[in-house]
T-cell receptor
Framework: AQKVTQAQTEISVVEKEDVTLDCVYE???????LFWYKQPPSGELVFLIR??????QNEISGRYSWNFQKSTSSFNFTITASQVVDSAVYFC??????????????FGKGTRLSVIA | GAVVSQHPSRVICKSGTSVKIECRSL??????MFWYRQFPKQSLMLMAT?????????EQGVEKDKFLINHASLTLSTLTVTSAHPEDSSFYIC????????????FGPGTRLTVT
């Protein structure tokens, strides 16, 4: 069975601090996708990244970076120089890769990030 | 990216009534759509998989007679909450999957249901 664990329930940081959100996953599949989503108070999920299990390269996009470590089954997300607008709930998710493509996402419980001005 | 809409965005209904939520893929065809439910301050949990032209597949613990899913076309899936009760109050989010080869999943903006 697939499982995603986000051990940090809530994190509070002061603006301009760097913050890392942890994500650990479990799966028996050899190929899978990992995701991060942002959910602001409006509720709409904002897609941040999808990473194929074949690709262990770290990725940077502006102030966001992701560290994928297959050896430890972790896919951590770092925001550098955090801003108040980064305040939201962040979800890590996992899905298997199938030929039919109809596989749902398994979500972690989310980490609520509060950035204080 | 592709766009998925949901209607309504918010709905308040009385206990015992039924509510229909629509999920549309606006610029692509989706043979598969998923319905998730999110209770306050909790994670998203898969309710069911909706496949165009066939019966939906429900997750364990989700009553298929209470949550009716119809995927009548490649761009529309509907979720009907029948005889709604206050405990059905939740945020319902759908997602639609694009076709081969990317199979990317796009989420709708969600529908907040409040049953009084």
């Amino acid at each position: 069975a697939q499982k995603v664990t986000q051990a940090q329930t809530e994190i509070s940081v002061v603006e301009k601090e760097d913050v890392t959100l942890d994500c650990v996953y479990e799966t028996r599949d050899t190929t899978y996708y990992l995701f991060w989503y942002k959910q602001p108070p409006s509720g709409e999920l904002v897609f941040l990244i999808r990473r194929n299990s074949f690709d262990e390269q770290n990725e940077i996009s502006g102030r966001y970076s992701w560290n994928f470590q297959k050896s430890t089954s972790s896919f951590n997300f770092t925001i550098t120089a955090s801003q108040v607008v980064d305040s939201a709930v962040y979800f890590c998710a996992l899905s298997e890769i199938s030929d039919s493509g109809n596989t749902p996402l398994v979500f972690g419980k989310g980490t609520r990030l509060s950035v204080i001005a | 990216g592709a766009v998925v809409s949901q209607h309504p965005s918010r709905v308040i209904c009385k206990s015992g009534t039924s509510v229909k939520i629509e999920c549309r893929s606006l610029d692509f065809q989706a043979t598969t759509m998923f319905w998730y439910r999110q209770f306050p301050k909790q994670s998203l949990m898969l309710m069911a998989t909706s496949n165009e032209g066939s019966k939906a597949t429900y997750e364990q613990g989700v009553e298929k007679d209470k949550f009716l899913i119809n995927h009548a076309s490649l761009t529309l899936s509907t979720l009907t909450v029948t005889s709604a009760h206050p405990e059905d109050s939740s945020f319902y989010i759908c997602s639609a999957v694009t076709g081969d080869p990317l199979y990317e999943q796009y989420f709708g903006p969600g529908t907040r249901l409040t049953v009084t």
